[in-house]
């Protein structure tokens, strides 16, 4: 069981930058990754950034060079770092975590954990 609390997210002017975080919690779970996904409005949902457990990062091609993700493993914690903002990055922003599953020392395969969402809004 996993619990995810994301932070940050506000409005800022075009050119200005924001930090998401995201602390997941709970019980008898192994992070395989943790990322960031967003979904503007009328839109689908589309990566942003992810980081596995080994320390791969994967950037979508929008904004590389832009966006950092970071990861503070002894808290289970992912963060993203979002410089050089654009109008086009506005969206709601959603931290995902693959996790193995246990119970009583047996992993029971992966599962799929999303946080609430947070709204970023970048005007012109």
């Known amino acids: 069981q996993v619990q995810l609390v994301e932070s940050g997210g506000g409005l800022v002017q075009a050119g200005g930058s924001l930090s998401l975080s995201c602390a997941a919690s709970g019980s008898s779970f192994g992070i395989i990754a943790m990322g960031w996904y967003r979904q503007a409005s009328g839109k689908q949902r589309d990566l942003v950034a992810t980081?596995?457990?080994?320390?791969?990062?994967t950037y979508a091609d929008s904004v590389k060079g832009r966006f950092t993700i970071s990861r503070d493993n002894a808290k289970n914690t992912v963060y993203l770092q979002m410089n050089s903002l654009k109008p086009e990055d506005t969206a709601v922003y959603y931290c995902?975590?693959?996790?193995?599953?246990?119970?009583?020392?047996?992993?029971?395969?992966?599962?799929?954990?999303w946080g609430q969402g947070t709204q970023v809004t970048v005007s012109s």
């Open positions: 995902h975590v693959d996790a193995n599953r246990y119970y009583g020392g047996k992993s029971y395969g992966t599962g799929a954990y």
């Open positions: 980081r596995t457990n080994g320390g791969s990062t």
